[in-house]
């Protein structure tokens, strides 16, 4: 939005306006109080405000009378109608005058989020037609897609041509080259952007909990569920859900995606209300989809639903060049973070690093950065700070999956098996740990 | 306000354990670069209960916890471990003045337990230390983030909290005073 929405809160009691005042003033609107009809229409006289949010009882004007008076002014605010009880003939009688909604209080914080998220779309979209459309647009929030060669150019490029559109998007490339960071762009990048983006790591789940995180539950649906629980799918209305590793769901829940993409509404597990969605859908895979729909691993109607837009991260091999600008990235990310210097790095050190072959990517080149920074001089990167010489060439593995096993193993031996610490060292999550320690059978020394 | 040379205060109104509040007293070191320490206090809470919703009244323990703020300290952030609300709300996580140097945070509606999940105290800590984190951020100034992984993110569920990192962003920093 060009600029800041305006909230004019109409309420006689303190407590309320300054709550109010305090959660709006947080989410970065410019805000005004008014304690009464009579300051609030005063105050729409001399200026505009974008959303008008009146108590309906209050001493003197009520609300129902303030709205009308505010029409008369010919001000286009959109007007909100707060009530303590839920009065269904008044809340009735607003919206017949053309209140844009109404909100029983105390709000849980979502409704309010949702109703003035929905306020302020329908806002922006009448400052959308005023817009030029066809403007060029540069990409914003891109802060840690690095890189200036031609492979990282064009898949920017890819990245700035369908964050405008809504079709689904397939992200490919080998592990570690940051297909999650390309989905955040295009999220940032997309008329979505002031509605969340939601990622689910599909792999890190099993058939029913991954049916749970997407769905949701209702109270009760199961022991101990003691409150609605809300799907990730619910939680991306109006923005968009990343799903990860697509290529590891099951044939069932497959089928169950591919009539949600379809129909964009959902039951969560335990209910019977059907849920409509608004969302915008990014997968990522390491594998190839298309191989394995030619396999019969893949859904073939899924993957075309799926596959409008496909981006293909380039590997760090293939971009050698962008090596000195992610080092310079990470040694500013990490020595801020660790409360250093900023450390440059020397030639040798880095015509190494240009020379490796990164099976694990820029994700490899990050941890390598990150862990010379712990073990140098505090000035810059040398040679030796780095792992080659402990066995980290390619040369020493026979595959991505021996490096992944082999580097998996050592950090656990590093932090005792301790499952927590080694995932976030690894930046992973427990579970996907867990998967990888029983797809290699690693076992603790202590057992 | 930007982030200056002075402490930022802990304050335990739940009696949390050392190891917890000095996990939660690091991670807020780091983020702000601030030197932060933890008070314990032995704030009777049975007069900020409200019956009629069962929950612990935020604002006005906002404003109790004003009146005998650390002026030592350029924040002061209360732990709870009770549920919370504000006269509009029906519950919250954490709240803050904006700029102000007073702020609250409960793991109350953070624990996996209340949503019918299994009990994980790690994550738990991780979403008490973003809820601080953010609390925070309102206290030196910062507004809601649209950046998806700045934790600065507005959070009205639970699974919100988890989607976001424990970090504040370049642009977040900056606009806090801080280095990038």
């Known amino acids: 939005m060009a600029e800041k929405i ?4 109409v309420d006689d009691e303190d407590s309320v306006r300054d709550s109010l005042y305090n959660w709006f003033i947080e989410d970065g609107y410019e805000v005004e109080c008014a304690e009464n009809a009579k300051q609030a229409l005063s105050i729409l006289e001399s200026k505009d405000m974008d959303i008008v949010l009146a ?15 505010i029409r008369s002014l010919n001000k286009d605010s959109i007007v909100i109608i707060m009530t303590a009880f839920a009065a269904v003939d008044t809340a009735v009688q607003a919206l017949k005058d053309g209140a844009f909604d109404y909100i029983t209080k105390p ?4 409704d309010l989020s949702h109703l003035i998220r929905n306020a302020s779309s329908q806002i922006s979209l009448k400052e959308e037609n005023k817009a030029l459309r066809s403007k060029l647009v540069s990409l914003e929030n891109v802060e840690d897609l690095i890189g200036s060669s031609n492979a990282m150019i ?3 490029k890819e990245v700035e041509q369908v964050a405008q559109s809504n079709s689904p998007v397939i992200i490919t490339g080998e592990s570690g080259t940051g297909k999650e960071l390309i989905a955040r762009a295009i999220h940032s990048n997309s008329k979505r952007k002031f509605s969340p983006l939601v990622s689910v790591h599909c792999g890190a789940l099993t058939e029913s909990l991954l049916e749970s995180e997407l769905f949701g539950h209702e109270k009760g649906a199961f022991t101990g569920a003691m409150y609605n629980r809300k799907g990730r799918f619910e939680m991306a209305d109006g923005g968009t859900i990343f799903l990860d590793e697509i290529a590891t769901i099951s044939p069932k829940m497959q089928i169950e995606l591919l009539r949600v993409l379809e129909t964009k509404t959902f039951i969560r597990v335990g209910g019977n209300k059907e849920i409509t969605s608004d969302f915008r859908v990014i997968c990522a895979s390491n594998k190839n989809l298309k191989q394995m729909v030619n396999d019969g691993l893949f859904r073939e109607d899924l993957y075309y639903r799926l596959n409008v837009v496909n981006i293909r991260i380039p590997p760090l091999r293939e971009r050698i060049e962008d090596i000195p600008m992610l080092v310079d990235h ?3 990310k990490y020595c801020t973070s660790m409360s250093r210097n900023i450390m440059s790095i020397d030639k040798a050190a880095l015509k190494r690093l240009e020379q490796y072959e990164f099976p694990g990517n820029v994700r490899e080149l990050e941890n390598m950065v990150e862990r010379a920074i712990v073990v140098g001089n505090e000035k810059e990167i040398r040679l030796k700070d780095l792992p080659f010489d402990k066995g980290m060439s390619t040369s020493s593995f026979k595959s991505l999956d021996d490096l992944e096993k082999q580097y998996i193993l050592q950090v656990l031996d590093k932090y005792e098996w301790n499952i927590s610490q080694s995932a976030k060292v690894i930046k992973v999550d427990r579970a996907t740990l867990y998967n990888k320690i029983k797809k290699y059978n690693l076992n603790s020394p202590k057992k | 306000m930007t982030v200056g040379e002075q402490a930022i205060l802990l304050i335990n109104h739940g009696n949390f354990e050392k190891e917890f509040l000095a996990a939660i007293a690091g991670s807020v070191r780091r983020e702000y670069q601030l030197p932060a320490s933890v008070k314990e206090s032995h704030l009777d809470l049975s007069e900020f209960y409200d019956p009629t919703r069962r ?10 916890l004003d009146s005998w703020s650390s002026q030592n300290h350029i ?8 549920d919370l609300f504000n006269p509009i709300l029906t519950y919250i996580f954490g709240q803050a003045a904006l700029k102000g140097n007073i702020g609250l945070a409960s793991i109350y509606r953070l624990r996996n337990e209340q949503y019918g999940m299994k009990k994980d105290d790690a994550l ?4 008490f230390q973003k809820v601080i984190i953010h609390e925070l951020g309102h206290m030196f100034g910062l507004v809601h983030c649209h950046l998806p992984p700045c934790v600065m993110q507005s959070s009205t569920y639970v699974e919100d909290i988890d989607q976001k990192s424990p970090h504040l962003c370049s642009k977040c920093r900056q606009e806090a005073g801080m280095n990038k």
Do not use: A, C, W
């Open chain 1, 6 to 9: 305006s909230i004019l809160i």
């Open chain 1, 55 to 69: 108590d309906i009882k209050m001493p003197g004007m009520d609300g129902l009378e303030m709205h009308r008076r």
């Open chain 1, 107 to 110: 709000f849980d914080p979502d």
């Open chain 1, 154 to 156: 064009n898949v920017l």
């Open chain 1, 330 to 332: 990470f040694l500013k």
């Open chain 2, 55 to 64: 929950q612990y009244n935020g604002n006005k323990l906002m404003t109790e």
């Open chain 2, 75 to 82: 924040k002061n952030m209360g732990l709870f471990r009770v």
């Open chain 2, 124 to 127: 738990l800590l991780e979403r």
